[in-house]
């Protein structure tokens, strides 16, 4: 009996690859989806969904190279029910040792029909019964989803995966594409499908829910309680515009509440925190500080009544611990006299146990640096550290060298040296402060043209010697891309930031722009 036939286990898919791209500016290049996917897989997820293959060659890389080599969760990716978009979906997520995933979809509530379709109810029948029997034909594990099933009739619904069910679905997926339904509606479209739809004892439910309303866990928690047994969420709920039901408050809701749902899941809730500081570092989407599960304040306890209460009794005021989700606070971890071998052990202990000798050697490099201007190193000076290197792998552009010149009185100016290839490229510009006029030095240099949405600074840890961190959104080429650089020395890590964007433009203009699908309205 497989996982996803017992009754009472609830089987997670993760989309944070997939959906959880499509927020603006979480583009990820395919090493940054590699280690989120071992990192996944780690958690104990049951399916990755990796990408959306026709999209473009990026993506359509990650899937295959993912289903290669992450083993453990089956390996997923999404297409449209056209026949080009489950062909290239199966050549990617087939091209691992067992057999993936194929999701294919199409909308069936009647705003979609009549103005983005343009097709008839009967047409839609027929063409999700054509595209579950060619996505079957390439693989046995079928996922089909009603897209904008939230605001589509549930007869209608129960016809479309009556033909899904009959071509060989072995997922059924109810998504709330826009987040407009409530906990009490989703419950009874659950209840109502599973009561209609013939064989549905034969597949698995599924709810994906959008966080538009602020409602996309408790959504996600009526179908479970309505025999919904996949949900559909990602990482710090990250995904388009509001996001997607969050993966850590689904899970520690089933794990907290197990009194009442009664279900289990297969995730390792000690990964949980890790899972989520890889992605949010990953994608430079923050974590909110009142976030439940992961968010800096979740288990800190203020008010001196509920400190006393906690000292006296954990349970007077926590509810979960945060060791239950692998939270050990900001320890002091590594200083001047660690040496290489007690560095790799700590990146592995965070999850980084995929790099290169190189990667390591270079990130040890910029540690040794660090040491001596910085006393204390806490593990998010390595996140930030590793950071910075991985985001080197796509990078046409290195700094060589930057010098500023501002103060009262003086105009500011910039002068950068950039190298790309074997050439080496100055240039220099005068700005609104040292950092525009950094900026717009590289500009000239690169040519590309971006307009910078936000930017932030934060110290990475507490004290004087802290490492800055600079976060940067860049929209370019009809692209929202953001990254993120850090150094005790603000103004650099000003510019490296700003240049790892630039970078992450070109690599996009230049990789992903092969086939045209447009990613976002799905
Ligand atoms: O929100 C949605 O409807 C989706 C589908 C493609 C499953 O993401
Ligand atoms: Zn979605």
Request: proline content about 2%.
């Amino acid at each position: 009996m497989t996982a996803s036939h017992q009754p009472d286990r609830v089987l997670i898919f993760d989309t944070t690859l997939r959906d959880g791209e499509q927020s603006p500016g979480a583009t990820m290049n395919i090493k940054e989806k590699i280690e989120i996917a071992h990192q996944l897989a780690r958690l104990g997820v049951d399916i990755i969904e990796a990408g959306f293959p026709i999209s473009s060659p990026g993506d359509f890389e990650a899937v295959r190279q993912i289903a290669m080599e992450v083993e453990g969760p089956v390996i997923c990716g999404l297409a449209r029910a056209m026949e080009k978009d489950i062909v290239r979906c199966g050549e990617a997520v087939t091209a691992g040792k067992r057999p993936g995933r194929i999701h294919t979809f199409i909308a069936t509530s009647q705003i979609h029909l009549d103005k983005k379709l343009r097709m008839s109810r009967e047409k839609v029948i027929e063409t999700a019964f054509e595209a579950v029997k060619l996505a079957k034909s390439i693989t046995p594990d079928v996922e089909f989803s009603c897209e904008d099933a939230g605001r589509s009739d549930w007869d209608y619904l129960v016809a479309v995966i009556n033909a899904a069910v009959e071509a060989g679905a072995t997922t059924i997926n109810v998504p709330d594409t826009v987040g407009y339904a409530n906990p009490w509606q989703i419950g009874e479209c659950f209840a109502y499908l599973r009561k209609h739809v013939k064989g549905a004892e034969r597949v698995v439910f599924s709810t994906h829910c959008h966080n538009d309303l602020g409602l996309a866990v408790a959504n996600s928690l009526a179908a479970v309680l309505n025999g919904a047994r996949q949900v559909e969420c990602t990482i710090n709920g990250i995904g388009e515009r509001a996001g997607n039901a969050s993966l850590e408050e689904i899970v520690m809701n089933l794990v907290t509440r197990k009194d009442f749902y009664g279900l289990t899941t297969g995730i390792n809730t000690r990964e949980i925190y890790r899972t989520s500081r890889l992605v949010s570092k990953i994608t430079g989407i923050r974590v909110q500080r009142n976030k439940a599960i992961v968010g800096g304040n979740a288990f800190a306890h203020e008010a001196g009544i509920h400190q006393d209460g906690v000292l006296k009794e954990r349970t007077t005021y926590e509810i979960m611990h945060a060791e239950d989700v692998g939270w050990t606070g900001e320890s002091m971890v590594l200083g001047k006299h660690s040496g290489r071998h007690a560095f790799k052990k700590r990146l592995e202990a965070l999850g980084y146990d995929r790099l290169t000798e190189d990667e390591i050697n270079r990130a040890f490099e910029r540690f040794k640096d660090l040491c001596d201007k910085k006393k204390d190193i806490y593990d998010e000076d390595l996140f930030a550290i590793v950071e910075d290197e991985m985001s080197k792998a796509q990078e046409t552009y290195s700094l060589d060298y930057v010098g500023f010149s501002s103060g009262t009185g003086t105009v500011p100016t910039a002068t950068v040296r950039l190298r790309t290839g074997s050439e080496v490229v100055m240039d220099a510009s005068v700005g609104d402060g040292p950092i525009d006029a950094a900026f717009k030095a590289i500009q000239r240099i690169t040519q590309v043209e971006a307009e910078l949405q936000e930017y932030s600074l934060e110290a990475v840890t507490g004290g004087r010697d802290a490492l800055g961190q600079v976060a940067v959104t860049l929209q370019g080429n009809g692209q929202t891309v953001r990254a993120r650089a850090a150094s005790t020395d603000v103004l650099v890590a000003s510019v490296k930031a700003y240049l790892n964007a630039i970078n992450k433009l070109v690599a996009l203009r230049d990789v992903d722009r092969e086939i045209a699908v447009p990613k976002r309205g799905l």
